[in-house]
């Protein structure tokens, strides 16, 4: 609590002693500013707020990311011209979940996401790249339809990227 300076006389006796400030005047102005610093400082049955939920789309920047890496793991045992195909639609799925986190103001995950081991042949690989492309073109819509006025561009802009990553898989 602060202490409190008196620069002015304070009445003790009758009205008509001195002039001044009452006794009573004082004390109650003292209560007063003791009553709302105690209630300003959460000192009186104050509850701390909980915290706030996850972002609807974090789960993007894992999927995001998870999808590189599944990206890159199958350039890596594809013959070269998929090879370079793939690598081009890691590097947008790493680009989605930068711009993801910058818009939620989350950082990223320092390990990147471990795919899955590469399927024995190029035409698994590619069918398994696209049902999960598929999925995450599903994901990216859902969250558009969902999402505040101030994310729909971005994640319409993704949307329309996975549709295109799905017809390069073609």
Do not use: N
């Amino acid at each position: 609590m602060f202490p409190v300076v008196l620069t002015s006389r304070v009445r003790t006796g009758s009205r008509d002693d001195v002039p001044g400030i009452r006794r009573r005047a004082v004390l109650l102005s003292a209560v007063l500013a003791g009553a709302a610093g105690a209630t300003g400082c959460g000192l009186i049955d104050e509850k701390p707020a909980p915290p706030p939920p996850p972002d609807p789309l974090a789960p993007l920047i894992g999927e995001a990311l998870a999808l590189s890496a599944t990206y890159r793991s199958a350039a890596a045992v594809s013959d070269p011209d998929l090879a370079v195909r793939l690598t081009a639609i890691a590097a947008d799925h790493d680009a989605h979940a930068r711009e993801v986190a910058q818009l939620i103001a989350t950082p990223l995950p320092s390990a990147p996401a471990s795919g899955p081991p590469p399927s024995a042949s190029a035409t698994s690989a590619v069918a398994a790249l696209r049902a999960a492309e598929t999925k995450a073109h599903d994901t990216a819509v859902a969250a558009c339809l969902a999402a505040s006025p101030g994310r729909v561009a971005l994640l319409g802009s993704i949307a329309a990227c996975r549709a295109s990553h799905l017809e390069a898989l073609t």
